[in-house]
DNA sequence: TATAATCCCTCTAGCGACTATAGATTCAAG
DNA sequence: CTTGAATCTATAGTCGCTAGAGGGATTATA
């Protein structure tokens, strides 16, 4: 049985946010101590442990729910599981291919070596989009 | 001369973000008809073209008013444009390398090929940060 | 010129995933 | 028993929009 603040230390995960994923229904509402604090066993460390990792990796409050229900229910296909990360990666990769789009731009107009913002690379490709090598 | 709807078609903002700029102080509020419609100029539209770009870019709403006042006065030297580039491009390069990391673990969790819950890579690796290949 | 279709106005509220603040209560250590 | 740290609830704020309600303006056609 430990307090909010050492589950918050335990997983990483701010006191603020652990309320709030109670709120949204994510956690359950662990047992009070007599002065209305909450007490979290082991378990509750599990599933918000499970919780930050999924996070981390990218997916929804909502996924997690879907992710959470699922992971109740060993005997249940994981299809649903696998569509989910898979929709993640997806996701991903579209992210990264864009980011390095931008990141292409970035580095070409920070190269600029002008004094002042009448010759300024940086300045004169926000203004005009044409100025840009590729598409974003 | 144009009305709020064809400088959303031109620059590819939507009119209720065009608004929300001009309330965030980042376009300043053009002239009206009549009827009180907002009637925009070319230089509007410039203005407004630069911010999208911006935006495309990753720059927030505080980074594009300081970008747009520099632009605004050619003769001033540009390090702070050329820092906020360098800020974005560093940002930028961080969350390539996390996406990175992500896709990866990602990709090998979504490779399983398990039936039930019980044995599926993906509830297990979410439960379990330690069967994580790399730090995230 | 009348009317209909489309556009535009302001204002308010909502999104997701938190984060911050205030004011009151409880806990743990000495 | 006192003190200081931790916790409680409730509310509001963050960012960058987006959606909706309930109206007025403009424009194209009859």
Same mark, same amino acid.
């Not at 918050?8 to 109670?22: A, D, L, N, Q, W």
């Not at 898979?86 to 990264?96: C, H, K, P, W």
């Not at 009448?118 to 203004?127: R, S, Y």
């Given at each position: 049985?430990?307090?909010? /603040?050492?589950?918050?230390? !335990?997983?990483?995960?701010?006191?603020?946010?652990?309320?709030?994923?109670?709120?949204?229904?994510?956690?359950?509402?662990? =047992?009070?101590?007599? /002065?209305?604090?909450?007490?979290?066993?082991? *378990?509750?460390?599990? !599933?918000?442990?499970?919780?930050?990792?999924?996070? =981390?990796?990218?997916?929804? &409050?909502?996924?997690?729910?879907?992710?959470?229900?699922?992971?109740?229910?060993?005997?249940?296909?994981?299809?649903?599981?696998?569509?989910?990360?898979?929709? !993640?990666?997806?996701?991903?990769?579209?992210?990264?291919?864009?980011?390095?789009?931008?990141? !292409?731009?970035?580095?070409? &107009?920070? *190269?600029?070596?002008?004094?002042?913002?009448?010759?300024?690379?940086?300045?004169?490709?926000?203004?005009?989009?044409?100025?840009?090598?590729?598409?974003?």
């Amino acid at each position: 049985m430990f307090s909010i /603040g050492e589950l918050s230390k !335990r997983t990483g995960v701010k006191i603020p946010t652990i309320r709030y994923y109670e709120q949204m229904g994510l956690i359950e509402a662990p =047992e009070r101590s007599q /002065g209305n604090q909450r007490r979290y066993s082991k *378990d509750g460390m599990q !599933r918000l442990s499970f919780i930050r990792h999924s996070r =981390e990796l990218g997916f929804s &409050i909502g996924d997690i729910k879907g992710l959470l229900e699922l992971s109740q229910h060993p005997e249940k296909p994981c299809h649903d599981a696998h569509n989910m990360a898979a929709r !993640r990666l997806e996701d991903v990769r579209a992210r990264i291919a864009k980011l390095q789009r931008l990141e !292409r731009e970035l580095k070409r &107009i920070s *190269d600029c070596d002008a004094d002042t913002v009448a010759h300024c690379a940086v300045i004169e490709t926000l203004a005009d989009h044409n100025l840009c090598e590729t598409e974003h």
